[in-house]
């Protein structure tokens, strides 16, 4: 199964969304958005702009 974006609703009312991989496990979530719509704008703009994003490590390791 491919992963997913799932938008939920907090006791705020705010909305997030979270990225849940194949397997159920969440691995990423948005900040808050005061609208579903503006939630769906986000998923949109993960799409747009992370399909071939760089990892940037900012540990001093």
Known sequence: M???FVIKKGES???HFNLV???????ATSQSYH?????????????KNAPD??????TNN
């Open 13 to 15: 009312g705010k909305f």
């Open 21 to 27: 991989a194949g397997n159920g496990q969440v691995i």
């Open 35 to 47: 609208s579903k719509e503006s939630a769906h704008e986000g998923i949109e703009s993960v799409r």
């Open 2 to 4: 491919a992963g997913k």
């Open 53 to 58: 994003a760089i990892v940037e490590d900012e």
